[in-house]
């Protein structure tokens, strides 16, 4: 019975961008082209990259399988597995997910590019994939002769050489699916049901449009755009500055213990809804985006849900026992993304927040159990006198007198990895330390200061807990 294959271009969708440029390198190095580059060379790398795929640059690929005449195969297998080398890291981060979730579901992985087959393949075989569809050299005792065997996999000619794979391997293109970032592949897109554009080139983005064909880019979560090859949260980074909330005074201390790649989880007390604004003024000095886990209502609100989906927040439905939050969030760091959590998961609401003790749940310690990321603790304190429990909106208003915020970053906690609690424990623990002295002493709250720590629509006994909530709205814990 015929099964789905998922079809990946290689340049620009399951790459950063070209490999030119790596081949060419291993190339020289095992003696097969000079040592200086060819003249107009780096123009057509760097307008690949810029734009995709152009005739110009295809033309010249198509010219080096007569330049490739008399070279030894064994040793442009072995540039092929030094370009591997300089490859591999290029991979898009989210390929690599999406890869493994075709592979869940059952289905092939075949890369199809127009770069020679011996080039390739051992990319290809280091991440695993079924099979390659790509340009072939002809050769003859050992070495190539200068022509091409089979198709130039470019264009129609690519498509070509993909039904001739499936035909042979007993593949249902109508079931298939095809990512590609280039107007050129058109005609693949087109001949399978479940066509992808990825970081298209101009025209394949106007012509997605118009096909209403599913646009999406793999070094960022899916459902985050991008405008002039940046994500909504880096376009926002120059704006994340203190002196444009003039109605706090914020201060941000140790931004240095966020690493500044690889996976990290940045793990929050919540004393606010003001607290991701904090800790969003912490992340833009760092300067890489960070993916918040939020609340469902917050999704689901208008405008507000499409901005937090805009920026690669993760949504988590509170008290439904899903996992898919933490699946997600694993997803996000295995790719080497920035996770922001709060392992309270809502806000202590009356007496609760006055405790000097903080009680968090486990998810943190289980994600950081799941990926081996390190867990960077942040202290945040006087988040709630911008934005108080019991308000339906922050204080906007206020820039005579503003209220006093900071955000204080500590080193990565040491954790077991075994016992949850007891991990949940030390980072509540780390988190409490970056606080000032006064969080960890015992106080009795006034009448005022326990209303203000109480949700809009409740009331509470008198000593200070919930015991009824008249209503709630979005958003709200």
Not at 118 to 136: E, F, K, N, S
């Amino acid at each position: 019975m015929p099964t789905p294959v998922a079809f990946f271009d290689l340049d620009r969708t399951l790459l950063r961008g070209a490999s030119g440029p790596a081949i060419s390198r291993a190339l020289r190095a095992v003696g097969l082209l000079p040592d200086r580059s060819i003249p107009g060379e780096s123009l057509l790398f760097g307008l690949f990259d810029l734009v995709g795929e152009n005739r110009p640059a295809m033309m010249a690929a198509r010219q080096m399988a007569r330049a490739a005449s008399g070279w030894s195969v064994e040793a442009v297998a072995r540039a092929g597995e030094m370009a591997a080398d300089e490859l591999e890291p290029l991979v898009q981060p989210y390929a690599r997910i999406l890869i493994d979730g075709h592979r869940a579901e059952g289905n092939r992985v075949v890369v199809a590019t127009t770069t020679p087959h011996p080039l390739v393949a051992p990319l290809a075989a280091r991440l695993g994939l079924d099979a390659v569809v790509a340009t072939r050299w002809a050769s003859a005792d050992g070495h190539y002769t200068g022509e091409i065997d089979g198709p130039f996999v470019w264009n129609d000619g690519k498509l070509e050489a993909v039904r001739t794979w499936a035909e042979a391997n007993d593949a249902d293109l109508a079931a298939s699916h095809a990512y590609s970032d280039s107007w050129y592949d058109v005609p693949l897109l087109g001949a399978v049901g479940h066509p992808v554009a990825v970081n298209p080139d101009p025209r394949l983005a106007l012509y997605a449009v118009v096909r209403r064909w599913p646009v999406t880019w793999l070094d960022v979560p899916p459902g985050v755009p991008k405008l002039a090859g940046l994500e909504p949260q880096k376009l926002l980074f120059p704006f994340v500055r203190p002196e444009l909330l003039p109605f706090v005074r914020l201060s941000v201390h140790g931004t240095e213990h966020i690493p500044t790649t690889g996976p990290v989880i940045l793990a929050a007390n919540h004393r606010s809804y003001f607290d991701p604004v904090a800790v969003g003024m912490a992340v833009a000095r760092v300067g890489r985006p960070a993916r918040f886990l939020g609340k469902k209502e917050v999704f689901d609100a208008p405008v507000i849900g499409d901005i937090a989906r805009a920026v690669g927040g993760i949504r988590v439905e509170r008290g439904s026992g899903s996992d898919a939050p933490l699946e997600e969030a694993a997803a996000a760091l295995s790719a080497g993304e920035m996770v922001v959590v709060m392992p309270q998961g809502t806000i202590p609401r009356g007496r609760a927040f006055f405790d000097p003790e903080l009680q968090g749940r486990w998810g943190t310690a289980r994600l950081a159990a799941m990926t081996g990321a390190p867990v960077v603790p942040i202290g945040l304190w006087g988040t709630e006198k911008v934005w108080p429990r019991s308000s339906r909106l922050p204080n906007l208003l206020n820039i005579v007198d503003p209220p006093s915020v900071s955000v204080t970053v500590g080193p990565a906690v040491e954790l077991g990895g075994v016992d949850p609690d007891a991990d949940t424990q030390r980072i509540m623990a780390a988190i409490v330390t970056l606080l000032p002295a006064e969080a960890r002493r015992h106080r009795e709250p006034t009448a005022e200061e326990l209303a203000l720590a109480t949700p809009s629509g409740h009331t509470t006994d008198p000593d200070g807990d919930t015991e009824h909530e008249s209503h709630r709205r979005p958003g709200t814990d």
